[in-house]
């Protein structure tokens, strides 16, 4: 004992292994709830996306038909072929009844733009963030080609579109199929 009659003791106070342990796991259980719904949320929000670029597109390819006595975009006067930057420049530009492109409106040129600058990037699957469009006249629905680097597949000669992406939505619809 010291002289004040009283013992001091020294407690020092830590934290041991098991309190350790005992965060990390709540940390892990937390992050396994987190993380899949925090990217299931980045997923849904691509799914609109898609929807919207193709209502986009589809919307301004018809306005470009009806403009243009019935031809769609990317077709040349013949109604033969299609061209993809055919394509972006009569959506993009301004042109005249026969689909001549001109960077400005003139009497002749008219008509569009009918998509504001450049044609949407398609926000899913593996040619994510592109925005070539691809032509498909082989068959009378345009089909994905996960081997051309296009995020789009068209059809000139019927006017139709889609995704050139692989994979479905949570309710199993094919992305090709929006």
């Known amino acids: 004992m010291g002289s004040g009659g009283r013992e001091r003791r020294t407690v020092r106070r830590g934290v041991n292994l098991v309190e350790l342990l005992l965060v990390v796991i709540i940390i892990g259980i937390i992050a396994s709830i987190a993380i899949p719904r925090a990217s299931r949320g980045s997923r849904i929000t691509t799914e609109p996306e898609l929807v919207n670029c193709l209502a986009i597109l589809r919307m301004a390819i018809e306005e470009y038909a009806a403009d243009h006595e019935g031809r769609f975009p990317g077709t040349n006067p013949d109604r ?69 680097p296009a995020g789009w597949i068209y059809n000139p000669l019927t006017g139709d579109i889609i995704a050139n992406a692989e994979g479905a939505d949570e309710t199993g619809l094919l992305y090709c199929n929006y």
Do not use: C
Request: proline residues 7%; aromatic residues 6%; hydrophobic residues 35%.
């Open 80 to 148: 033969t072929a299609g061209d993809p930057k055919l394509f972006a420049d009569q959506l993009t530009k301004f042109t005249s009844v026969a689909g001549e492109v001109s960077e400005t409106r003139t009497s002749i040129h008219r008509f569009g733009p009918y998509v504001h600058r450049r044609i949407p990037a398609v926000p899913v699957g593996t040619n994510k963030g592109s925005s070539q469009v691809a032509i498909d006249i082989d068959s009378l629905m345009p089909t994905v080609n996960l081997g051309n």
